[in-house]
């Protein structure tokens, strides 16, 4: 790929690369906002290689590690060229969810489906294989990339541009630095920006399993009394994804028994609407820490933070993509509106990025408060608050005005348009 930046030479040192924007770490995130910047005439250098990306060996070989992407996250994928060149069999429809409050019969319950909603599907489910491979074809074709490997190992920000310095002796200038390096983000440790961290002590258990009876594209949750929140996911076939977001000890447990041991646990708890559940091949389990991160800020001077380096979320409600996707939506807009609003060209301008941290501070804190206080509701097995918990659950399955805005928030802003 020819270098779409202009390069400047010092005497005796490596070249200098510069560019508009400078994206730290080529996770999904990171390539969807290296897409939509060059989409958006902006010359864009993605930093960071990512491992490659190995598609499935045959058609019973799932990824453990799969997303389930709203409305907005499927308007950039398609804005970007990115989603019609997913693989369509390995992509499943939510059709529908069902939330039960606890595991015995009384327990609260709480539904959705697409035909209220109005929509195709509340969600799809897409595996992180089929994902990345899609973005790494399109970057191929993009002619405003360049994708640089090598770890970067230092950050100056001055007063028109960033300068990054690479371990191959390279250096980087551009007008804005884009943080999309995960949960432990250099970019945002360059920056001083503070975080309040919280474990959960909780692990991810993430495995896929055959499934006896049809799921008919609903994905199923369960907020279990003392061992945390189930999660089976809906995959192509008559095939399910497991997220469960079990204690520490529990999860431990669950890894090192066998992988048929745990598949009749979740055949005892889903009890007739899936039959009985059968492991995959290969046979595989893994599991994450969960946690919560908030920044004190998303924004530092030619500095914004982008997924995970800006936020992270409980998976309880699987929003932690999305949330990545639609800051990507938010800083594509407020860029291409910059000259509208007579702001120079300077894409690093300090009132462009105070824009993109405004439009992301509702949803963010939202979504991180309804995450955390679920997690904290569901977590505390008390009589008299499991009784409100499952009396809460029923009433919002019946009140529909309620259920509608709990859906549009969940399907994302361009819901309606679809």
């Known amino acids: 790929m020819k270098d779409i930046g ?55 070989a799932w990824d453990t590690r799969v997303y389930a992407l709203n409305h907005v996250a499927r308007s950039l994928l398609s804005t970007v060229k990115v989603w019609d ?29 697409a035909y209220s909603a109005h929509v195709d599907a509340l969600a799809w489910i897409v595996e992180d294989g089929n994902l990345n491979q899609a973005l790494d074809a399109a970057l191929k074709f993009a002619s405003n990339v360049r994708v640089l490997s090598g770890r970067v190992t230092s950050m100056q920000v001055e007063a028109t541009a960033a300068t990054l310095l690479l371990e191959s002796g390279e250096t980087v200038d551009a007008a804005l630095v884009v943080g999309a ?14 975080i309040d961290y919280r ?14 009876r049809p799921h008919h594209g609903i994905a199923y949750q369960w907020f279990t009394e003392n061992e945390g929140i189930v999660a089976l996911l809906p ?78 979320v409980h998976p ?23 000259g509208a609003r007579r702001v120079d060209g300077d894409c690093g301008d300090e009132r462009v990025l105070a824009r993109y941290a405004r439009a992301r501070k509702e949803e963010i804190l939202l979504m991180q408060m309804t995450t955390d206080g679920l997690e904290r509701l569901f977590g505390v097995d008390v009589g008299p608050l499991r009784l409100l918990r499952n009396l809460g659950l029923n009433l919002l399955n019946n009140v529909p005005v309620l259920k509608r805005q709990l859906m549009t928030h969940a399907l994302g802003r361009t819901a309606d348009s679809e």
């Open 6 to 60: 202009s390069v400047s030479k010092k005497t005796g040192a490596a070249p200098t690369l510069k560019y508009d924007i400078c994206i730290v770490g080529n996770g999904a995130v990171g390539k969807a906002a290296a897409l939509g910047l060059a989409q958006a005439g902006l010359r864009v250098a993605l930093l960071g290689m990512a491992p490659a990306v190995t598609a499935a060996t045959s058609p019973d």
């Open 181 to 194: 390096d995960g949960a432990q983000s250099w970019v945002r440790g360059q920056c001083q920006i503070g």
């Open 316 to 338: 309880l409600a699987g929003h932690g993509m999305n949330l990545g996707f639609g800051d990507v939506t938010a800083l594509i807009r407020v860029l291409a509106e910059r």
């Open 235 to 312: 995959l192509p076939g008559q095939r399910v994804s497991l997220v469960w977001s079990a204690p520490e000890a529990l999860a431990l447990s669950l890894l090192e028994e066998p992988l048929s041991q745990l598949a009749a646990r979740l055949s005892n708890l889903a009890g007739d609407k899936l039959g009985q559940l059968q492991p995959l091949q290969p046979e595989l389990a893994q599991a994450f820490p969960l946690s919560l991160l908030k920044t004190h800020a998303l924004v530092a001077p030619r500095v914004a933070l982008i997924g995970d380096a800006g936020h992270v």
């Open 85 to 113: 060149a997913l693989d369509p069999a390995r992509v499943c429809a939510v059709e529908g969810m069902a939330i039960k409050g606890g595991t015995d019969s009384a327990a609260g319950t709480l539904t959705f489906d």
């Open 199 to 212: 474990s959960y002590k909780q692990r991810g258990v993430v495995a896929n399993f055959a499934c006896e």
